[in-house]
């Protein structure tokens, strides 16, 4: 079946692909995502590490030509736009802005986006400093969202950002963390109107880290249009905890086979709410070492089945709001990603174009 006009793929684009001043003080003169990705070593037997770029090579996001040649590979193979992340700390405070910044100043490259809202505190948990607060994720109250808004508005306001019935998404990672969801989305909302927008169309993220009961469950009764429900595509067998146990105490990271088949969604993600979210595979050992998490066993041809999957299920939702999201563009250090790497080149991408159509 082909993908068609009504099913769209957004992936997450992390913008950490050149130094900034932050991380020049937190972790050396020219520290990017880049860092990490080379340093990483394999950790146990079978092991594949390191993980690195192919036909990009190591990229710096500073530069035009890098982000048009990601632009025209996502473009060639279903992806129709990235869901940048976006830092807004509170108080005005900002990072890793440079590249939306330029993309909405240039009209360059010709791809749709949209924007992510990475409301999390920055700490040192992935580099061997977890207690060290980098960078504190605050929510100074309703002058702070009103400039937070105007600092977004000329994003929402590109022809090229992708939209629902004409209305911006947003797209919030940690809704559980806002003090008054429901207040910020209705305060947003009346900006936008306020604006001149045809409305905005959010999207939170849920999860239930202890397969149980989700992170966050009153999406729809705070305001939010639609759902992701995010969650590591683990098999998870009889023994899993144990064995877990046991790599922790021997000083190996968590790992679990990537799953061969999708499994069943849990009872609280509404089918008419939740879009669906699909990862390539999982290993974040480049950034937090033994204290990481692997998926052993991913390759496209898993990778193809559960974005066939996805897709079926984005079919079913109303038009416009068929959205498979993908983790990731382009998290190199957390093991995610569509672009080409050195031992799949281009078959993440393959499989993302032939699930999207099956």
């Given amino acids: 079946m082909p993908s068609g006009p009504s099913l769209r793929s957004i992936a997450f684009y992390l913008p950490q692909f050149h130094p900034i001043p932050e991380n020049d003080a937190w972790w050396g003169?020219?520290?990017?995502?880049?860092?990490?990705?080379?340093?990483?070593?394999p950790l146990f037997p079978g092991h594949r590490q390191p993980d690195l770029p192919g036909e990009l090579g190591f990229y710096d996001l500073r530069v035009a030509e890098n982000r048009h040649a990601q632009a025209e590979l996502a473009r060639a193979y279903g992806v129709s736009g990235f869901c940048y992340w976006h830092y807004w700390f509170g108080g005005g405070r900002?990072?890793?802005?440079?590249?939306?910044?330029?993309?909405?100043?240039s009209g360059e490259p010709d791809l749709g986006?949209?924007?992510?809202?990475?409301?999390?505190?920055?700490?040192?948990?992935?580099?061997?400093?977890?207690?060290?607060?980098?960078?504190?994720?605050t929510y100074p109250g309703a002058a702070d969202e009103e400039a937070h808004f105007e600092a977004v508005l000329p994003a929402f306001r590109d022809p090229r950002y992708l939209t629902v019935d004409g209305r911006p998404i947003f797209y919030v990672f940690r809704p559980e963390n806002l003090p008054d969801v429901a207040g910020f989305i209705a305060h947003w909302r009346a900006l936008a109107e306020a604006a001149g927008l045809p409305g905005l169309y959010f999207v939170a993220e849920v999860t239930n880290r202890t397969e149980e009961e989700p992170t966050y469950a009153t999406a729809r009764i705070?305001?939010?249009?639609?759902?992701?429900?995010?969650?590591?595509?683990?098999?998870?067998?009889?023994?899993?905890?144990?064995?877990?146990?046991?790599?922790?105490?021997?000083?190996?990271?968590?790992?679990?086979?990537?799953?061969?088949?999708?499994?069943?969604?849990?009872?609280?993600?509404?089918?008419?709410?939740?879009?669906?979210?699909?990862?390539?595979?999982?290993?974040?050992?480049?950034?937090?070492?033994?204290?990481?998490?692997?998926?052993?066993?991913?390759?496209?041809?898993?990778f193809r089945t559960h974005v066939a999957a996805a897709a079926r299920r984005a079919r079913e939702l109303?038009?416009?709001?068929?959205?498979?999201?993908?983790k990731s563009w382009n998290e190199w250090a957390e093991g995610n990603h569509l672009e080409p790497d050195r031992r799949w080149g281009r078959g993440w991408l393959e499989a993302l174009a032939a699930g999207l159509s099956d």
């Fill in 29 to 41: 003169t020219g520290f990017t995502e880049w860092t990490n990705v080379t340093k990483a070593r």
């Fill in 94 to 105: 900002r990072i890793l802005e440079r590249p939306i910044t330029e993309v909405i100043e």
């Fill in 222 to 302: 705070d305001g939010f249009d639609a759902a992701v429900f995010m969650r590591l595509p683990a098999l998870r067998r009889r023994g899993s905890a144990r064995r877990v146990n046991l790599s922790r105490r021997l000083g190996m990271p968590e790992s679990y086979p990537y799953l061969p088949q999708p499994e069943p969604l849990p009872d609280f993600v509404d089918p008419d709410f939740f879009q669906p979210a699909v990862w390539p595979a999982w290993d974040n050992t480049p950034r937090s070492g033994r204290n990481g998490v692997v998926l052993t066993g991913s390759s496209p041809e898993r």
């Fill in 113 to 137: 986006f949209c924007l992510g809202w990475a409301n999390e505190s920055w700490s040192g948990v992935w580099h061997g400093a977890k207690d060290t607060i980098l960078i504190e994720q």
């Fill in 318 to 326: 109303p038009d416009g709001e068929g959205i498979v999201w993908v």
